[in-house]
């Protein structure tokens, strides 16, 4: 076991704990406090996988415009500082889809991460993950895809407006 | 790569992506013409949207006879089925705009934005379909999704079609994650994202490479089935049915699963040679899916959960068609999977279009009880609701006889004797509810305590639906013709 | 002229017919009565007069054609593939389906003219139209058509209109029971006729294997049917005897043979148009055109053939029996037909095909005339349709009464008319013939006898008619009392004398509104529905009516000399003879008999007894009173029963057959039935449980389900060794 993947699995731990976090803490503010962290670790991972251009976008698209505009969502509606604003009837599902849930980890996990671990080897061009790799090929091999990524945006806008304005 | 070792700029034949660019162009202008004009009439928008589709179905329709290729790198493809489908696409828009309108009006929701959405809907659906790039489909998918999403909660007050909203949104982005996961598994063992590549690194053969590709494409067949409402991942289609608007639903029912068939049947193409894994286990979930639909649907009480349901037992009809094809390519071809997609969305929109007349005064009854006394209303629409049921049931001279027919044909000469016959008992099932929708609106209406609601039948309605009713009757005359054409010959 | 044209022949009655259907009303309310009328009877009448011109063109084409080459197939596209079967809408163009198209729109043109005069004053003027159009063109279907599919169709559709025009008054209860009638009764033929096709399908391509047709897997069509038939079936006759039997069986219910004439008398209630064109001329000898059609596969069994002649005979000789008893013109005449289809029938059976579409075609001259002629009397009669009120009419419709008087001669079988020639190359066949024989016995030769003598008994039945009508002296119409029918408390008489053909207003105003209950019975009162009583004055029908008559007239007169004459029809049906019989089996004259001169002799048998009990007019044995009637006469009028029984059986044998199989049903079945219904429903139940409407639960079993695809994918791969080596 080398260093980079005692590396990553720490920073993988503290991903999937704060992940956790998000789902299982009952107050809405503590569960956005948690989404940071995890937005915050995850852009270490992308650092540590050379992409460095995904690692700060992902802290400045995610972590500082999205999450603030999360909290920004929740004060207003004034969700916070209650605690237990959800309140849930005693289940079993949440039992059942955990298991569920370590059932397809582990499947994924043994069937596919091991054997792969064992015997490929990562490959990466040199010049992987740099701003100007990334803009080029943005703009030419993936410019389809990008405009594409436009018109999802311009949808999500407008539902949001559709949804959300007052007058009917 | 040009000199400076950098990709160079992709070659493009503006004429493949044409019809995708152009519907989501013309929703655009549309939205433009609503921001511009916020209170007056849709009119103009809708006008807007209907040319901009004809105009669109024109580029596609143009394209037939033209060779097959790729452009944009690869990410947009021209073949046969993919025009048919996208052509289905836009008229299955077209016919939805048709008697949006009216329903939107008496339903008080008449929101110009549903135009534009309603358009990059189809938008997306269509380059879903017209690519072999598991990227441009998962983002057309994503288009789809997010604009259906919209469109089922826009009801606003209703609290259930907000409902209808947040489940599909909630179930849609679970089924989208586990389709990305499987386009990243893909990614990782072909090291791209284009469809071709799932062939070529199986070949390979390299085990945990194999492990990967298969689980990838697990993955992305579950988020397919999502799509498609294959059982067991299924159960958000009768409550999104029934919650969202009316004509919401009928695009749903129809463009939806055209899309999702069509991105289906591009995996599972490209994964050919894995079909010895995936065969078995699409097999039984056709058997399920066909089953559990119409079972269901025979307890159901309210006209949009149970054609939800019978759109669930459709998506089983049309898996085995696209097993039967995949199971011996030689003998079967697609053609009957296309017939039925054609006779599908033309019937379930019809119908649609007729409960869409339930609607009155800002409400809207879509129970079996509500439809009472529609004869006496709008005989014509209830007369044009019997044929759409009777094509569903599968009664010849309609398209979904033919359909149906063809399909178990196809069954038959592929080896698939089992699909075949729990077909033709599921047909014999659903005659059962099929019939029910009809009964119900010939039975007089029943107490005057509560009275049944209608609308008037606008001018869109009744082309919509008598566009639906020619098809639907006409397709049977021209079986031989239609089935020459789809088979490109 | 190319044989493309054959297309506009079917296209322009349907044309007709869409223009009937909806410009109709439009016109006749944007004209006005009159000249709406006036243009929608031609809109009706050009059709079929232009698709005759182009028939007869073709026809010209096709005769200068040398024999052997007599035969085009014109394919529109496919209708229908399948993987052992296609079914493209095709026509054939030979001598037989010409011959048929010519008669259609020939006398469907004349008796379309003489019914702008007849109708006139319906307000349902362009819905008959509408409804005759649509006939002509689907009898043009069913004759061009070149595969039984097709054939089925037009069928179907001639018996669709049949039904829809026998109701055409429908508002009068009988008139819709008489339809429902026919429509019944031909469904017994229509299934023999599907089981038929069903069979020979299979049969054919059933041994599709060791056929040499190239592959051609068209199994309805006849340019494949019939050479294969030959050859699978000539040393099979059992199944060769199954499936024209069951042929038959279809062409006995198109074609009214015994047992299933019984709806064509109830058929009159139609307006005698109807009666003209579709149950005398055309619909009614689909059935001998069906035989002459598939004539390979009665070829090929001759217990087939005996039967078909028998039937036929037995069919001549008891319509003809039938017919002594009626009263009602028009009614004599629905017998007469029947009587003849037996006629057509004993040449077919006997292997005198050509024989058959012989008397087709000189019969729909004559009868057509004929009943033409008893509508125009009828017209002018008030509508009454009793013989018992007529009498010596030949002073007041002078046109009328001789050229019906050539009709009757016609089918009376006088030497030089059409009808002479035709009846005499059957009962040729049939007494020559040695070829339909069940057992050894001759049974086509014994039809014919039979058939000699239902000669002498048509000539005596039509003199009657002929004579009560039109001579005698009497006019038996003054005898009842004037405004008899103002009385409606004196129901015996009114019944017995206003036997009319039941059409006016609907006064219950179940479907008409109250303007329109009003309009239609100030026509009532100003038009020309009063009833027949002392009173009235016979008229002379419009030229619209009488000269369809004279056109007929002339060609009952000379048509069957023009045609017998040198063997043209003969040679222009079957030039080189029959498929399979050698000229030895079937030929036209028996050695033995002299039958010409039987023939003629029965023949003016009949008239001269006729005459002699006729003469004076309506027999005192005849006349109102019942009781009188010798107990032969009160027989026949019932059928001898035969109608009643049926019914009867139909009725209330069905009746307890159902109520028994209800039992069974209601036992077993619907328990069954249930069971399954409940399971079902049971199921449902169970995974409608699963649908808690719950997101949570629903992702859940997405999970699950993706859990077990994975899950079976991990099973499958480790199973056949794909994540070990490959």
């Not at chain 3, 063109?137 to 049949?162: H, P, R, T």
């Not at chain 3, 006849?222 to 024209?244: C, F, Q, R, S």
């Amino acid at each position: 076991m080398d260093t980079n993947l005692i590396v990553f699995l720490a920073m993988a731990l503290v991903a999937a704990v704060a992940a956790v976090g998000v789902v299982a803490m009952n107050n809405p503010v503590r569960s956005a406090l948690c989404l940071v962290v995890n937005f915050f670790v995850l852009a270490f991972v992308y650092f540590s996988l050379r992409a460095e251009l995904m690692g700060i976008s992902q802290i400045l698209v995610y972590t500082g415009a999205i999450m603030v505009l999360f909290l920004f969502v929740i004060m207003l509606l004034n969700l916070g500082g209650r605690g237990g604003t959800l309140e849930e009837r005693p289940d079993v599902k949440p039992g059942i889809g955990v298991g569920l849930g370590i059932a397809l980890f582990a499947l994924i996990a043994f069937q596919v991460l091991f054997p792969l671990q064992a015997s490929a080897t990562p490959r990466a061009p040199d010049d992987y993950g740099l701003p100007q790799t990334v803009g080029r090929n943005l703009f030419t091999t993936y410019v389809l895809p990008f405009e594409l990524a436009s018109v999802l945006l311009l949808v999500g806008i407008v539902g949001a407006i559709l949804l959300a304005k007052r007058k009917m | 790569m040009t000199p400076n070792g950098y990709p160079a700029p992709p070659s493009i034949d503006w004429l493949m992506t044409m019809p995708a660019l152009l519907v989501a162009g013309v929703g655009i202008v549309a939205l433009m013409v609503e921001m511009f004009w916020p209170r007056r009439s849709n009119s103009a928008i809708i006008f807007l949207s209907l040319i901009g589709l004809a105009v669109a179905g024109y580029f596609t329709a143009i394209q037939f006879g033209m060779p097959d290729g790729e452009t944009f790198a690869r990410m947009i493809v021209r073949d046969r089925l993919g025009l048919v489908l996208q052509l289905l696409l836009i008229g299955i828009a077209f016919i939805s705009i048709l008697f949006s309108e009216g329903y939107l009006r008496e339903k008080r929701i008449p929101f110009g934005e549903f135009y534009p959405l309603l358009l990059w809907a189809t938008s997306g659906g269509m380059v879903m379909i017209a690519t072999k790039s598991l990227l441009i489909q998962f983002i057309g998918l994503e288009i789809l999704s997010i604009a259906l999403y919209v469109m089922a909660g826009m009801s606003r007050n209703e609290a259930k079609s907000e409902e209808s909203a947040i489940k599909y949104f909630l179930l849609g982005a679970f089924a989208s994650s586990f389709f990305l996961y499987g386009i990243a598994f893909v990614y990782g063992a072909t090291g791209g994202l284009h469809l071709d590549l799932i062939a070529e690194a199986w070949k390979a053969d390299d085990p945990s490479m194999r492990n990967l590709l298969l689980f990838g494409f697990g993955l992305i067949l579950i988020g397919l089935s999502f799509k498609s409402a294959f059982v067991p991942f299924h159960q958000w289609t009768p409550d999104v049915y029934q919650g969202a608007p009316t004509n919401v639903t009928a695009f749903m029912a129809a463009g939806s699963k055209v899309a999702a068939i069509g991105a289906l049947f591009r995996v599972l193409e490209a994964s050919g040679v894995m079909q010895e894994f995936w065969m078995p286990a699409l097999f039984w979930i056709a058997i399920f899916t066909m089953t559990l639909g119409n079972l269901v649907a025979c307890t159901q009480r309210d006209v949009k959960r149970t054609l939800g349901y019978s759109s669930i037992a459709n998506a089983g009809y049309l898996l085995v068609a696209l097993l039967a094809h995949f199971k011996s390519p030689d003998k079967v071809g697609l053609q009957a999977t296309i017939f039925y997609l054609v006779a599908y969305s033309l019937m379930t929109l019809g119908a649609f279009a007729v409960v869409s007349l339930a609607a009155k005064g800002g409400k809207e009854g879509t129970r079996f009880h509500d439809l009472a006394g529609l004869y006496r209303r709008a005989p014509v629409a209830a007369g044009l609701l019997v044929v759409f049921v009777a094509s569903l049931i599968g009664i010849p001279p309609t398209a979904g006889f033919f359909g149906k027919y063809f399909i178990f044909l196809d069954a038959l000469q592929a080896d698939l004797a089992p699909l075949a016959i729990v077909l033709a008992v599921n047909s014999a099932i659903s005659i059962y509810y099929y019939l029910g929708i009809v009964r119900a609106a010939f039975v007089a209406e029943d107490s005057p305590v509560r009275p049944a609601m209608s609308g008037p039948v606008t001018f869109g309605n009744s082309l919509a639906t008598a566009i639906c009713a020619v098809g639907v009757l006409g397709i049977s005359f021209v079986t031989a013709p239609v089935f020459e054409f789809l088979a490109g010959r | 002229m190319g044989y493309g044209a054959i297309w506009l022949v079917i296209g322009l009655p349907l044309l007709g017919f869409l223009v009937q259907a909806l410009l109709g009303k439009f016109v006749i309310d944007r004209l006005g009565a009159k000249r709406g009328k006036w243009t929608m009877g031609l809109l009706a009448v050009a059709p079929i007069a232009i698709a005759f011109a182009i028939g007869a063109m073709l026809t010209a084409n096709l005769a200068s054609l040398p024999a052997d080459q007599r035969h085009f197939v014109l394919t529109l596209y496919i209708w229908i593939t399948l993987q052992s079967l296609s079914i493209p809408f095709e026509v054939v163009i030979d001598p037989l389906s010409l011959t048929m198209v010519l008669i259609i729109t020939g006398i469907g043109a004349l008796i379309h003219l003489y019914a702008t005069g007849y109708m006139a004053e319906d307000k349902d003027y362009p819905r008959f139209f509408c409804y005759l159009n649509l006939f002509i063109a689907c009898m043009l279907v069913l004759v061009l058509g070149n595969n039984l599919a097709l054939l089925f169709i037009g069928w179907e559709g001639v018996g669709l209109c049949s039904y829809l025009l026998i109701g055409f008054w429908y508002k009068d209860l009988a008139n819709a029971k008489a339809a429902n009638k026919a429509f019944i009764v031909n469904r017994i033929g229509d299934w023999g006729l599907t089981l038929g096709m069903f069979m020979l399908v299979c049969v054919l391509a059933g041994a599709s294997g060791s056929l040499t047709n190239g592959g051609d897997n068209r199994w309805l069509s006849y340019d494949v049917i019939l050479p294969n038939a030959i050859a699978l079936l000539k040393d099979n006759p059992g199944i060769a005897t199954a499936i024209a039997l069951l042929i038959f069986v279809g062409a006995c219910g198109k074609s009214a043979q015994f047992p299933l004439y019984l709806w064509l008398p109830d058929a009159m209630a139609g307006p005698t148009p109807v009666s003209a064109l579709i149950h005398a001329a055309t619909m009614v000898t689909a059935g001998v055109f069906l035989l002459n059609r598939l004539h390979v596969l009665f070829e090929l069994s001759p217990v087939a053939s005996a039967i078909v002649a028998c039937v036929g005979a037995f069919t001549a000789l008891f319509a003809a029996l039938v017919a002594f008893g009626q009263t009602d013109i028009k009614k004599v005449l629905a017998y007469s037909t029947v009587s003849q289809l037996g006629f057509m029938f004993i040449a077919c059976g006997a292997g005198g095909y050509w024989a058959g579409m012989f008397h087709v075609t000189t019969h729909a001259f004559f009868k057509a005339l004929l009943f033409l002629g008893s509508g125009a009397v009828i017209y002018a009669m008030a509508h009454n349709q009793d013989l018992r009120n007529y009498g010596n009419l030949k002073k007041y419709l002078p046109i009328t009464c001789w050229t019906m008087f050539i009709g009757f001669l016609a089918i009376a079988g006088i030497p030089g008319l059409s009808g002479f020639f035709s009846k005499e190359a059957i009962l040729g066949h049939a007494l020559a013939g040695t070829f339909a024989e069940w057992d050894g016995i001759r049974l086509g030769y014994v039809a014919g006898w039979v058939g000699l003598f239902v000669a002498a008994l048509t000539a005596m039945y039509m003199t009657r008619m002929t004579w009560l009508t039109f001579f005698g002296g009497k006019e038996q119409w003054r005898s009842i009392p004037a405004a008899a029918h103002d009385h409606h408390d004196d129901h015996s008489h009114h019944a017995q004398h206003a036997e009319h053909e039941g059409h006016g207003p609907d006064v219950h105003g179940f479907f008409y509104t109250e303007e329109e209950i009003t309009r239609n019975r100030d026509m009532e009162d100003h038009g020309h529905h009063h009833e027949l009583d002392a009173s009235h004055t016979p008229k002379e029908v419009p030229p619209s009516m009488w000269i369809p008559l004279v056109a007929l007239a002339v060609l009952s007169l000379g048509g069957g000399f023009l045609l017998y004459n040198g063997g043209l029809f003969e040679k222009w049906l079957y030039p080189t003879g029959l498929a399979l019989l050698p000229p030895g089996q079937v030929q036209a004259h028996p050695h033995d008999i002299p039958l010409v001169g039987l023939s003629i002799g029965a023949a003016l048998l009949g008239l001269l007894a006729g005459y002699a009990v006729y003469r004076k007019g309506l027999p005192g044995k005849e006349g109102w009173d019942m009781a009188k009637w010798n107990p032969f006469r009160r027989e026949a009028l019932v059928q001898f029963g035969y109608d009643h029984a049926m019914v009867e059986a139909a009725d209330e044998g069905g009746g307890a057959l159902a109520r028994g199989l209800w039992r069974f049903d209601s036992g077993v079945i619907d328990g069954i039935v249930n069971a399954v219904g409940g399971l079902t429903k049971g199921l449902g139940d169970l995974f409608r449980m699963l649908q808690t409407g719950y997101v949570r639960a629903y992702a859940l079993l997405m999970l699950l389900g993706g859990i077990g695809l994975l899950g079976w994918f991990l099973y499958a791969m480790n199973r056949v060794g794909a994540g070990g080596h490959g």
